[in-house]
């Protein structure tokens, strides 16, 4: 059984399209995250829920929206996709905020095209 | 604020080389200190951590002695192999805290 997963694995879309990468932790975890990783693979935080309560929130375009139905969820969804969101996006989990492992998913490769 | 700076890639070495890839970190406070590694194709996974002065980390031949003298947290390995290849990231964390810091990330290309 996969820890944290994400569906789908790729995806490949036009400029202006809304899109949602799903993301399921089967943990136990409090806290689960969302990052953006691009080419040159540097990790950037977006958001993080803690019990389905929003604790991160970076510097993010309004475009791109989370919602956590219950802890063990955590969704994004993206409007008007733009060139520039073409990354791979990492679901994370925690089993609360602060030192704590982080445990990822394999990720979804997003193009724009 | 707080931050990480790993030394830049990519690092070639041949298989059986040593090792080390230099991470520091600027803190405030006391953080916990880990070493994530990614494979191609796959999410970041812990490869060690340590929560506090002097502790050393270790896994699978590799290891970290957290240094508060010198806030460096540098991974070292004495004999690297092929399937050592992979992106490695630093990254501290307060206890409580709302997020973890990573470093840049260094990748490492191990050659037969």
């Known amino acids: 059984d996969t820890a944290v997963s994400q569906t789908p694995k790729y995806l490949v879309t036009q400029m202006g399209n809304d899109k949602s990468i799903k993301c399921e932790q089967n943990?136990?975890?409090?806290?689960m995250y969302w990052y953006k990783q691009d080419s040159k693979k540097f990790l950037k935080i977006m958001f993080s829920y803690n019990n389905k309560e929003l604790i991160i929130n970076e510097t993010v375009p309004n475009r791109f929206s989370p919602k956590s139905p219950d802890k063990a969820h955590l969704n994004l969804h993206i409007n008007s996709l733009e060139l520039g969101d073409s990354a791979v996006y990492f679901c994370a989990s925690s089993l609360s905020r602060g030192q704590d492992i982080q445990y990822f998913g394999a990720g979804t490769r997003l193009s724009v095209l | 604020g707080d931050s990480v700076t790993q030394m830049e890639g990519p690092v070639t070495l041949s298989e059986e080389a040593f090792l080390t890839i230099n991470c520091t970190y600027t803190?405030?406070?006391?953080?916990?200190l880990f070493w994530y590694v990614q494979y191609p194709g796959e999410g970041l996974q812990l490869l060690l951590k340590?929560?506090?002065?002097?502790d050393k980390g270790s896994n699978k031949g590799f290891e970290a002695t957290y240094r508060k003298e010198t806030t460096s947290f540098h991974l070292e390995k004495g004999s690297v192999q092929v399937s050592d290849s992979a992106v490695y990231f630093c990254?501290?964390?307060?206890?409580?805290?709302?997020?973890?810091?990573f470093g840049a990330g260094t990748r490492l290309f191990v050659k037969a």
């Open positions: 803190a405030t406070g006391y953080p916990s």
């Open positions: 943990l136990g975890h409090d806290t």
């Open positions: 990254a501290l964390v307060y206890t409580g805290g709302f997020k973890t810091i």
């Open positions: 340590a929560t506090k002065a002097d």
